[in-house]
């Protein structure tokens, strides 16, 4: 049987997105090839041997950062297994605040119900971003008639709750766009993107109409829209960056008097791209962290985040916060900004401000 790695895998099966392999490693699977995940790198890791488990969960935004950092770690490191689940940052939440996973992928801050669930179960995290993210708003790249942008009241018009079962036409979201039926697909409940983009959009965190196509992998949003004329749908920037062949962003209007703003690396990083970028994170238990295969992972993880992210669609942190995460880890800072001070906000100007102020 041959032995591939996770990296060879994704050029195999011809894929530019890790988030893309499954689906593309199905499609191949009848061709009589045989694929082996590579569990064993060059060195051992302090602390004995035997096979060591990292659970990992949550947002299917930060899930292939998570990835590609474990794909490099179980490449040096010899015994250890990194599994990483895609159940949405709510998901996420829910497995890690009783204690059944060691490390969730967020694409949001931690709520308070959340936190207060992993109060109940004496489960501490230690908040850490990891990059920063843009939400794409795209559209089947046959649709000629909106052009080239889309302005967040427009959003709010197609997304609001009351637009369910009012507005089902491309007209009555825009003057003289056509009578087309309007086919829209969006990230579940479950999802911190979903949260993000309704409490910029619609105001309020989780109000959305509930009629249009959800789903928790975003590759199901791409097939999605790229297969209707008439759809529109939203997901994290690097679904796009892997996917832009099939799809296309719109540039996105806020009001501000700037004009339309394209989500490009340098305005997500720039904050021009507004209201829809943010900071993405992970969340450690510091109980977990006592074990020397995840004490080990998380350093490497932030060590190596800002020179693998770009790589895969994601815009790297400013040095200052990777390095300063890297501290809050060993010192095991635990709680969440968001909750010290609700003025927080997901930009990364904000959150450097409230890591400097002591938070």
């Not at 010899?78 to 996973?101: D, L, N, Q, W, Y």
């Not at 238990?285 to 074990?291: E, G, I, L």
């Amino acid at each position: 049987m041959k032995i591939v790695s996770r990296r060879r895998i994704l050029q195999l099966c011809g894929v530019t997105s890790l988030a893309m392999a499954t689906n593309a490693c199905e499609n191949n699977a009848n061709s009589g090839s045989e694929f082996v995940q590579v569990e064993s790198g060059e060195q051992p890791l302090p602390g004995g041997s035997g096979t060591r488990t990292i659970l990992a969960d949550g947002s299917s935004t930060v899930g292939p950062i998570t990835q590609a950092i474990a794909e490099e770690f179980t490449n040096k490191y010899a015994g250890v297994r990194i599994p990483v689940g895609i159940s949405g940052t709510g998901g996420g939440f829910k497995k890690f605040c009783v204690g059944e996973t060691d490390i969730t992928n967020a694409s949001r801050f931690i709520r308070e119900n959340e936190h207060a669930i992993c109060l109940e179960n004496r489960v501490d995290y230690i908040e850490l971003p990891v990059a920063i993210d843009g939400i794409a708003v795209v559209v089947n790249p046959d649709n000629k008639s909106i052009g080239d942008f889309i302005t967040t009241d427009e959003l709010k018009t197609m997304w609001a709750p009351e637009a369910e079962g009012q507005i089902t036409k491309w007209s009555q979201v825009r003057l003289g766009l056509p009578d087309d039926r309007l086919i829209m697909y969006g990230p579940g409940s479950d999802s911190g993107t979903y949260d993000y983009f309704t409490k910029k959009i619609n105001g309020v965190e989780g109000a959305s109409r509930g009629d249009y196509t959800p789903s928790e992998d975003d590759n199901v949003l791409v097939k999605g829209v790229s297969g209707d004329r008439n759809s529109i749908g939203f997901f994290g920037l690097s679904y796009y960056h892997a996917n832009k062949d099939v799809v296309k962003a719109l540039k996105i209007d806020a009001g501000t008097g700037t004009g339309p703003v394209f989500p490009s690396d340098e305005n997500v990083l720039n904050g021009g791209y507004t209201p829809l970028s943010r900071v993405i994170f992970i969340y450690v238990s510091p109980a977990a962290a006592k074990r020397t295969e995840i004490e080990e992972f998380v350093s490497y993880y932030l060590s190596e985040a800002k020179n693998l992210v770009g790589a895969i669609g994601y815009v790297p942190l400013p040095d200052e916060m990777y390095d300063l995460a890297l501290q809050r880890f060993a010192d095991r800072k635990t709680g969440s900004i968001i909750l010290a001070d609700p003025n927080v906000s997901a930009s990364p100007t904000s959150v450097l401000d409230a890591w400097k102020r002591g938070l």
